[in-house]
């Protein structure tokens, strides 16, 4: 029997993951139909999109003001579509602004609604816990210490995994992408995967670059080409001719498998970085208005997910107005100090433990397929 499964991603991580789920549950069953909101990987994995996530992207408080409007009739686009279709499943990733507020619209329909990667109430808008108990048949969580805080409210949850166990095992066994290092020492740079963190970071990053030992040679990696369009601008306007740097799109794993070292914005990519052994230091910068809202309302000790995991400063964190040419010198040069580098290593093996070896899609997927009562 044919049915529907709904899902909705909001960035390219979230994208990701959906891609996975898609492609798992084709193997199950190759009868279901899927349809959402997501990017190029759903998109490929066969998703028919009713909006591209390259559309939904915003960081910080004037940019979500900006596009208020546009989310509004999104909003109401997508209860519209689901109302049509009635899916059997309708899975939200990631993405909490959206899809929570979705969630209390289309509870009243009876389809189950899966929350996979939820709202990170542990760090800050503690009054969601609300609306994930009263609106969210089901949590599927990815950091094993967010189990305590779900079985205290009893709210049905499952620990499915770190998908990036999964995306990292699947790059090794298809590696061997030729990426263009130019000098003897490779530092992999990831900017971001949205247009106001490139605006932000990136120029910081340029100068660094332009006065950084002249051996050392830089990938700059994209998530995908909207950023790369962005990034490309920012270097064709940068000037001076940096010779030692190189743009490369949807190729961030094998960026930083090859890389002895690497600058990451905040966010998944440190994990992958941790997971793939690379020595790195996190930077952050965005407006002053989303930065002081972040430093009143967020309640963490520290921002990078490899520190937050292990509860201790295992990687610098540059943030604000220390993202300046001679702070990101000193830290760049610390990962090239052997001891510095190995220790950091080591820390890295207890966030692959800590973490185990689920494989997230295959979890999910059993779980969706199930729902069809012909199974």
Known sequence: MKYSVFLIAGEVSGDMYGAKIVEKIKTINPEIHFCGLGGKRMKEAGVNLIEHADKLSVMGIPDVIKKIFFFKKLLFKTIDQI??????????????????????KIKKNSIPVYYYIPPKVWAWKKNRIKDIKKYIDEIFYIFPFEEHLYKELNIKSEYVGN??????SCADKNSGEIINWRKQKKVALLPGSR??????????????????????????????????????????????????????????LEVLK????????????????????????????????????????????????????????V?????????????????????????????????????????????????????????????
């Open 83 to 104: 109302n049509k279709l009635q899916p059997k499943a309708i899975i939200l990733i990631d993405y909490p602004g959206f899809n929570l507020r979705l969630a209390k």
């Open 163 to 168: 998908p990036l166990i999964e995306l990292i």
């Open 195 to 252: 247009q106001q963190e490139i605006r932000y970071i990136l120029p910081s990053l340029l100068t660094l670059i332009e006065n950084y030992d002249v051996d050392t040679s830089f990938i700059i990696a994209s998530p995908n080409n909207s950023i790369s369009k962005q990034i490309q601008k920012y270097l064709n306007d940068y000037p001076k001719n940096l010779e030692n740097v190189s743009l490369v799109e949807s190729q961030t």
């Open 258 to 313: 090859q890389a002895d070292a690497a600058i990451i914005t905040s966010g998944t990519a440190t994990l992958e970085a941790a997971l793939l052994n690379v020595p790195f230091f996190l930077i952050y910068k965005t407006n002053w208005a989303t930065y002081l809202f972040a430093k009143v309302f967020v309640n963490l000790k520290f921002y990078g997910l490899v520190n937050l995991l292990l509860s201790r400063n």
């Open 315 to 375: 990687s610098t964190e540059v943030i604000q107005n220390e993202v300046n040419t001679r702070r990101l010198t000193e830290e760049l040069d610390r990962l090239f100090n052997f001891q510095v580098a190995e220790k950091m290593k080591r820390d890295f093996k207890s966030i692959k433990n800590l973490l185990g070896s689920k494989i997230t899609s295959e979890i999910i997927a059993n779980k969706i397929v199930k729902l069809n009562p012909s199974d």
